[in-house]
């Protein structure tokens, strides 16, 4: 009795390898959860007012005193930004603690915020708006004007409830998604700008890949040139982004776009340039096979009783599959749509070889005709998120743009791949009842 | 009054029939034209890509020393991604797949598929202004949790198995996961602490980085961003293996992990090489966060302390400028060419691999 006790003793011990496996999981889910948390705090910074102090410090001799926000400090210097009265991003100033006499909160403190982005900060004790403006007049520099219809808010920064707070935010958040670049930034613009080129991809690629699907399942089945086309596709599901990117650049911009340009005698480039077009076509490419994938399986689905039976009652292969196979697979055609936008909204890198630039002067769709501008170039969200990051001209306002902008297509991109994954359970369910 | 002659209603009818039947046929020709039409398009496509590609390569003299640090720019980055991607994915696939409740695999699923979603440009952004200024500091403490992670789970494993009441252990069977996260926590808080006491000690200054933007960050990063591809396809051929030779084996005695490497990992291996391929591929080819966070300096070591420019990062930012036709753009196709031709070839060959397993299992 005893000996067999001690071996399952022994035998229990080299379970604990069990343990490495479930480390694993926990590490991934805090990277996870650490991710998600990192971005959601970075972007709430974007939009947080951040309260404003009052400085001293002696610069040669000569006492200073400045209003300003502290964007940054560590032990030996503050970096702080005082009123931008001439441009966006000219009020950054570096104090070196030795150097600082006193840092105080005062209460009567304004801050304004202006259309184009600056911050303008001053004291005033006054309750109405236009005491506080002609108060901010007297303080201004000579040569100062702003228009006061230009003002996004002006608060008391420093007396902000929590309430107050998270309401500054929230509108500064919306309007952040809703304004373009020329207000401070906004990524309205990109968002546009990738809607359209979704929505373009999509119709560009759902009947190319739907009728894909429909011959690979229904017609060629077994053959051998379904085969080598199924290859194909898994090998075209494996190619690097990037590559499709070149492609599009070599094969549509420089190739045809550059042909139609010397065809219809363009003096400037208008379609031999990355475009709104080219790159909806880029990315057709790059979605095609998800989208084939997840209709064949769809079509596999549906129950081969119901083929056969349409058959039998005298349909020829076109109509049974038109009112028979397709509307029962409808879901599954959505789950490939979702899908392929999901994977397109998120793409980045053949986009910047094909067409999304860092500022666009006019968005791809206006009112004017025709209305939907092909040869347009655009912004992205994405790209959006790239520049914003690394070549940002104000680079603490605009890193934290970048986080906002990144948990925005997050959020887009996440919520359709939920999208996807809810449809696809209930088509389960749905294919499930039909089969029984 | 004369009577208007109607054809009779029989002809009539059939004219009809024949009429409709012509239309019919017409839209079967028509469907069936549409699709082939789409396969040979795609099929042009397919073989269209690379030949494009050939087709504006040009070889000018040089072209080894320009690619060959771009080469192995690429070749790093996968490396350092695929050794921090390959234990997380396959200890999560293992867990999911074999150990873990029910209900908790149906939640961590979906969850691994929505990480694969996160767009590598946010993974990049997080990589590049937060991940790589904060580690660079912090070598030290992340070498100090490497190294004592796998000693620490398994002695906390022991623990448990040993120490705890049975009625415990048997309620949270399937659960291990939330025991482990506060042992998780506790020991990358507990590095962080010695990372900073030792934190003059000579050690801290042979690992202290040339670079915050290092083959390390990138490694980290991009292993997190291949990791759910990885595990998607390793936890699918794991769990394709029928539950009754792992409960055979334990009827034998056999310990749920000893049932796991003796047997069930054997039978997966194809499945397991063809996800580790896979992932390699995915990483060699993966763009933005080698661009945003990796220095994008062409050089030829393989230190992980070291920046990198890889193939992909350098098309990124090469291609937009590059003239059509020019020396430069020749050059550009051929490392295009050069990804082009790896990733297929690792993709075909886990294809072959995944096929294995497929009649492996059909087999069983």
Known sequence: MGLVLRLRRVTRRRDHGLWLAAGAVGLSLLALLVIVCVLLRQAALAFLPAPVAELRWHSNGIEQVLLAAVVEQDARELIVRASEWQRRGTGYQRIRRGDLVSLTWPADVMTWRLRDGRELHWRSAATSVHEAYAALLTQAPAGFSADPAGQVDIVAVNQLSTAGVVRIALQRAWLFVCSGPQAGAGVFPALVGTVVLVLLMSVLVMPLGVLLALWLHEYAGGRRSARILRAAMANLAGVPAVIYGLFGLVLFVDGIGGGLDALLAHKTPQWGGGGLLWSALTLALLTLPVVVVATEEGLGRVPDGLRQAALALGATRAETLWHVVLPVARPALLTALILAIARAAGEVAPLMLVGAVKYAPALPVDAEFPYLHLSRQFMHLGQSVYDLALTGSDAPRDTAQAYAAALLLLVVVVGLNAAAISVRNRLRERTRELST | ?364
């Open chain 2, 1 to 364: 009054m004369p009577v208007q002659v109607s054809s009779s209603p029989a002809t009539s009818l059939a004219a009809r029939f024949a009429q409709r039947q012509r239309v019919r046929a017409r839209r079967e020709r028509w469907l069936r034209g549409g699709l082939a039409f789409a396969a040979v398009l795609l099929g042009v496509l397919a073989v269209a890509m690379p030949l494009f590609l050939l087709a504006s390569t040009r070889i000018t003299p040089g072209w080894s020393e320009t690619l060959l640090p771009l080469v192995a720019g690429s070749f790093k980055a996968a490396f350092y991604a695929l050794s921090v991607a390959a234990p997380l994915a396959l200890g999560a696939a293992i867990w999911c797949a074999r150990f873990a409740a029910p209900r908790l695999r149906q939640l961590l699923k979906p969850l691994f598929e929505l990480l694969e979603a996160v767009p590598v440009v946010v993974l990049g952004l997080v990589a590049a202004l937060l991940l790589a200024p904060w580690l660079a500091q912090r070598v030290l403490a992340l070498a100090i949790f490497v190294a004592a992670l796998v000693p620490v789970l398994a002695a906390s494993g022991a623990l448990w198995q040993h120490a705890a009441p049975r009625r415990w252990q048997r309620a949270l069977v399937g659960h291990e996961v939330g025991l482990s996260l506060p042992v998780l926590v506790l020991l990358a808080w507990a590095a962080l602490v010695a990372g900073e006491a030792f934190a003059t000690h000579v050690s801290a200054a042979i690992i202290q980085p040339q670079t915050p933007w290092n083959a390390l960050v990138v490694g980290i990063m991009l292993g997190l961003a291949v990791m759910p591809t990885m595990f998607t396809l390793a936890e699918d051929a794991l769990f394709a293996v029928p539950a009754e030779f792992a409960l055979g084996a334990q009827a034998l005695g056999a310990t749920r992990w000893q049932a796991l490497v003796h047997l069930l990992l054997p039978i997966a291996a194809p499945g397991i090489v063809a996800a580790l391929l896979l992932g390699f591929s995915r990483a060699l080819g993966e763009t933005m966060i080698v661009l945003m966070a990796s220095g994008n300096t062409p050089l030829l070591d393989a230190s992980p302390l070291t920046g990198l420019r890889s193939i992909a990062a350098n098309l990124a930012l090469e291609a937009p400028e590059a003239a059509p036709g020019s020396e430069h753009y020749g050059l550009l196709l051929l490392s295009a060419l050069l990804l082009f031709g790896l990733c297929l070839l690792l993709n075909a060959l886990a294809e072959h691999v995944r096929g294995r397993l497929r009649r492996r299992l059909a087999g069983l």
